[in-house]
Structures are given as structure tokens and as C-alpha cells.
């Protein structure tokens, strides 16, 4: 029966243990280059038997908060290329999370001050983080986006390949797609902000064919078994809406078993909130959404996420529930997690006020166990 502290291998990515670090957005790297601080940043949690890197834009337009990083300059790669090597050097395992935010996002943020992209010209209820002249932050309105034209969408799918090379030059074990939160795939996947009556709209086929494209792409470009892909079948997150999430993601899930992928990421419930959040009239079940990979002939791993304690983590792999397990604000505040949870140590408490923008507090300086002792 493996526990959270075996190894395991998914796909071409040999991890060390079954605890991963959640891609989490931290808003530290102006100018969408990744710099010293985050090197520190990511070195120190390299324990984790996989690192997801927070949320990184494929291009400007997938561009969507103040400070997040990106994947599209040389400036940009070299900085990764720092943060992955460091994180070889102590033994870790990291890739990159793959994003484009589509409509959550500021004209402010966008190339030449233009509107941001999706698939309907439908604006999220939802807000941006921007930073200000001064310097502080402020959650701000999204911006109205436009509507992506037909010809416009090919181009997308061809930023997401050029990433995912960009990725692996840069020394990254692979990729994971942002397909969660509401943010450009999940905007085609969800029918309450694709409105579309074209190749892209209504029926699922349609609805997930942008999601399929990606995968195609980066799959063909970088091999499937360096990628991996993030779901978010009920999520709230920026007025993310679906009335029939079940049927959504179960046609999403056998259709990725096509793919010999490296793992499935499954948030539960609500983004960082409660687990048994729903849309529409039934509680999603979880077992059916893999019971329907699997019997698709999908043999990717399976990881969830979302508000994991060790004995929740214990038990989901015990039962057979996952793989591997994702864990996010235990890893803001806990460098040395993975020895914390072998140890049963107390855990640090995460600061909310440091989580977005900022320096090193909150960030770099959270002590490890022989800092405590
Ligand atoms: C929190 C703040 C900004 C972005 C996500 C990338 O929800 C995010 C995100 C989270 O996936």
C-alpha cells in the first residue's frame, strides 16, 4: 500500500514522494521574468516529490494580474532557467503551469491596452490584481473581453505549443495546461460564458475542442508523458458556471484517456474553499469522474487538490482515491512540508495578507524545522 512519502513514477517524471506542491500565484516576479527571490523561493520547497510552478502566461494576452511570470521572452527563460536548476540540484522534480487567462484580465495588462480574449464577449463578474503607480496592490473589475474570431484561435493553440517547447528548454520536467478556474479553456469548456453557436460552441464536442487543440499541440510538441492537466469541475472561481459539470468533465476525462499523460489534477469543490461546493443539482461524484477515465482506458495519475490535511491525504490514497495529492497553502507556509508531514511536526500558519505582491516576507522567510529548533 504506497504511502504519501513513496515514490512513484507518472509518465516520463520519476518524484520521490506523493505530496506536490499546488501551482499558486504569488505575484513576485515584475515584469513577468522570474528573479532570485523566486529561485529561493522554489529551491526551498524542492523536497516536494513534484513542484507545479504558479500560473505562467503563455503570451502577454494570457496575461491577467500585476507580477505573474511568463513564458515568452529570453528574459524570461533564463529566470526559469535559474529556478529549475536549482531545484535539480536538490534533487526535486518541477514543471511549469501553462496559462492564458482569457477574459479574466485588465485592458491595462494587455498588449497595447487592447481587450482581453474569449470565446464570448461576456465579462466575468470577477476581479484582477493589479499594482498600483505607488506600488500596492488592488483588486480590480475584469475588463470586457472580445470575442474570439475562428482565425484568431489556431494562433492560441500554437502559443500553447511554443510554450510548452519554451518550457522544456528551459530545463522543466513538463508542463501542466491551466485548464481550471475559469480561465480561457474552462471559458470554452462552461456554457455560462461560451455562448457560441460556431465549431466552438454548444455541444460538448464543441465546447471542449479548444481544450482538445491544446492538448494535441503540446502533446505532439513535448511527448504526453511530460504533461499534465488541471480541472476544476465545480469551481465558482471567476464566475466559472456550469450547469451539468458531470457531463462536462466526463466527456473531458474519456477523452484524455486518448492521451498517455503524465497525471490528471482535480481541484474538488471550491478553488480554496469548501470542498463539497456544487453547480447544478447533484453533488459531484468524483469516483464516477475517474470510474469514466479509467474505463476509457486512461492510465495517467490521478491527483487532487483542494484543503488536503495528511490524514485526509493518508486516506485517499489508501482507498485507491488518487495517486498523488496536491497541497497549497500548507506549502506557502511550510518550506520543508514533506519532512513536517513524515515528522507529524506542527505546521507554520500561512499569512494571507503576504500571499499576493510583495518581497521576501510571507515568501522566503518562513522558517524550516531546524530554523524552529
Ligand atoms: C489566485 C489569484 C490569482 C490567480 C488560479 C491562477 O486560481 C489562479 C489564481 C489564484 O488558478
Given at each position: 500500500m504506497a504511502?504519501?512519502?513513496d515514490?512513484?513514477t507518472?509518465g516520463d517524471?520519476?518524484l520521490?514522494n506523493?505530496i506536490v ?12 521574468v522570474p ?9 526551498q520547497?524542492?523536497?516536494?516529490g ?5 500560473g ?7 496575461q491577467?494580474?500585476?507580477?505573474v511570470?511568463?513564458?515568452?521572452t529570453p528574459?524570461?527563460l ?5 529556478v529549475t536548476d ?6 526535486g522534480r ?5 496559462w492564458?487567462?482569457?477574459?479574466i484580465?485588465h485592458?491595462?495588462l494587455?498588449p497595447?491596452?487592447?481587450k482581453?480574449?474569449?470565446p464570448s464577449?461576456?465579462r466575468a463578474?470577477?476581479k ?5 503607480a505607488?506600488?500596492t496592490g488592488?483588486?480590480?473589475e475584469?475588463?470586457?473581453?472580445h470575442?474570439?474570431?475562428i482565425?484568431?484561435i489556431d494562433?492560441i493553440?500554437?502559443?500553447?505549443r511554443?510554450?510548452?517547447?519554451a518550457a ?13 478556474n ?5 471559458q470554452?469548456?462552461?456554457?455560462g460564458?461560451n ?5 466552438y460552441?454548444g455541444?460538448?464536442?464543441?465546447r471542449?475542442r479548444?481544450l482538445?487543440q491544446v492538448v494535441d ?9 511530460r504533461?499534465?492537466i488541471?480541472l476544476?469541475?465545480?469551481?465558482p ?5 456550469d450547469?451539468?459539470?458531470q457531463?462536462?468533465f466526463?466527456?473531458v476525462?474519456?477523452?484524455l484517456a486518448?492521451y498517455a499523460?503524465a497525471?490528471i ?6 478553488t480554496g474553499?469548501?470542498?463539497d461546493?456544487?453547480q447544478g443539482?447533484?453533488?459531484f461524484?468524483?469516483?464516477?469522474l475517474r470510474?469514466t477515465?479509467v474505463?476509457?482506458?486512461g ?6 487538490n483542494?484543503g488536503?490535511?495528511k490524514?485526509l ?6 482507498d ?9 497553502k500548507?506549502f ?9 508531514l513524515?515528522?507529524?511536526a ?8 503576504t500571499?499576493y505582491?510583495g518581497?521576501a516576507?510571507?515568501?522566503?522567510d518562513y522558517p524550516?524545522l531546524?530554523?524552529?529548533?
Amino acid at each position: 500500500m504506497a504511502t504519501l512519502f513513496d515514490p512513484v513514477t507518472i509518465g516520463d517524471i520519476a518524484l520521490n514522494n506523493r505530496i506536490v506542491m499546488a501551482p499558486l500565484t504569488r505575484n513576485r516576479s515584475p515584469g513577468a521574468v522570474p528573479n532570485t527571490l523566486n529561485v529561493t523561493y522554489y529551491e526551498q520547497r524542492a523536497s516536494a516529490g513534484l513542484l507545479i510552478t504558479e500560473g505562467t502566461a503563455i503570451t502577454q494576452q494570457g496575461q491577467g494580474y500585476a507580477d505573474v511570470p511568463g513564458l515568452y521572452t529570453p528574459q524570461a527563460l533564463e529566470g526559469w532557467r535559474k529556478v529549475t536548476d536549482a531545484v535539480h540540484a536538490k534533487g526535486g522534480r518541477i514543471v511549469v503551469q501553462i496559462w492564458h487567462v482569457g477574459r479574466i484580465s485588465h485592458n491595462s495588462l494587455q498588449p497595447e491596452g487592447a481587450k482581453p480574449v474569449a470565446p464570448s464577449a461576456i465579462r466575468a463578474k470577477s476581479k484582477t490584481y493589479l499594482i498600483n503607480a505607488d506600488g500596492t496592490g488592488s483588486f480590480t473589475e475584469t475588463s470586457e473581453p472580445h470575442a474570439l474570431e475562428i482565425a484568431e484561435i489556431d494562433g492560441i493553440v500554437e502559443d500553447y505549443r511554443r510554450a510548452a517547447r519554451a518550457a522544456i528548454d528551459a530545463g522543466f520536467d513538463g508542463i501542466e495546461i491551466h485548464a481550471a478556474n475559469g480561465y480561457l479553456i474552462d471559458q470554452f469548456l462552461r456554457s455560462g460564458s461560451n455562448h457560441r453557436s460556431d465549431a466552438y460552441g454548444g455541444t460538448l464536442e464543441n465546447r471542449a475542442r479548444f481544450l482538445f487543440q491544446v492538448v494535441d499541440a503540446v502533446t505532439q510538441e513535448i511527448g504526453a508523458g511530460r504533461v499534465g492537466i488541471r480541472l476544476s469541475p465545480v469551481t465558482p472561481a471567476n464566475d466559472a458556471y456550469d450547469p451539468e459539470p458531470q457531463a462536462v468533465f466526463g466527456y473531458v476525462l474519456k477523452n484524455l484517456a486518448r492521451y498517455a499523460l503524465a497525471y490528471i489534477h482535480i481541484i474538488e469543490g471550491a478553488t480554496g474553499g469548501p470542498r463539497d461546493h456544487q453547480q447544478g443539482d447533484h453533488p459531484f461524484d468524483y469516483p464516477a469522474l475517474r470510474a469514466t477515465y479509467v474505463a476509457a482506458g486512461g492510465k495517467a495519475a490521478w491527483m487532487t487538490n483542494n484543503g488536503y490535511d495528511k490524514a485526509l491525504a493518508e486516506k485517499t490514497l489508501r482507498d485507491g482515491e488518487a495517486d498523488l495529492v496536491a497541497f497549497g497553502k500548507p506549502f506557502i507556509a511550510n518550506p520543508d512540508l514533506v519532512e513536517r508531514l513524515e515528522r507529524n511536526a506542527p505546521l507554520n500558519a500561512p499569512d494571507q495578507a503576504t500571499f499576493y505582491g510583495g518581497g521576501a516576507r510571507g515568501y522566503t522567510d518562513y522558517p524550516a524545522l531546524e530554523q524552529v529548533a
